[in-house]
């Protein structure tokens, strides 16, 4: 089964839970770019990133992988730092080698949901991120 979201569907959620615009596009079968604003020195730049769903393990765990310089790495990791002290921060682990894992379990409306369905793969298409599953019987 699969559950489709549009790139314009996830970027409203987006602004509406984090109150931050964040342009999303395809960048491949398993990636995605994300572009966000910095202000620096009286000017803004556009910074981007790919975001790549690596693997998905049978607790339903995201493990993503994310490209970028040094510059890249520590936005990631001054953004997941302030994430941390956010409702569901609890659910990001900032691994080595620019991997994040998402820990779905541990919120408990996911948790309840993956009592009910194997998360199979995250994927996307020109249009779509595209989640697909299977029920438990």
């Known amino acids: 089964m699969q559950f489709r979201l549009t790139y314009q569907e996830i970027s409203d959620l987006i602004e509406r839970k984090a109150g931050r615009r964040l342009p999303i596009m395809y960048g491949g079968p398993h990636t995605v770019r994300i572009s966000y604003d910095v202000n620096v020195l009286f000017k803004t730049a556009s910074v981007g990133l790919d975001l790549t769903v690596d693997e998905i393990d049978q607790a339903g765990n995201i493990f993503l992988s994310y490209n970028g310089g040094a510059g890249i790495d520590y936005m990631?990791?001054?953004?997941?730092?302030?994430?941390?002290?956010?409702?569901?921060?609890?659910?990001?682990?900032?691994?080595?080698?620019?991997?994040?894992?998402?820990?779905?379990?541990?919120?408990?409306q996911a948790g309840s949901l993956f009592s009910h369905i194997t998360?199979?793969?995250?994927?996307?298409?020109?249009?779509?991120a595209i989640i697909e599953f299977e029920p438990k019987l």
Do not use: H, P, T, W
């Open 76 to 108: 990631v990791k001054m953004a997941l730092n302030q994430a941390k002290n956010q409702q569901g921060g609890d659910m990001i682990e900032l691994l080595s080698d620019n991997r994040i894992m998402l820990q779905l379990s541990k919120n408990a």
């Open 119 to 128: 998360l199979k793969d995250i994927c996307f298409d020109e249009q779509f």
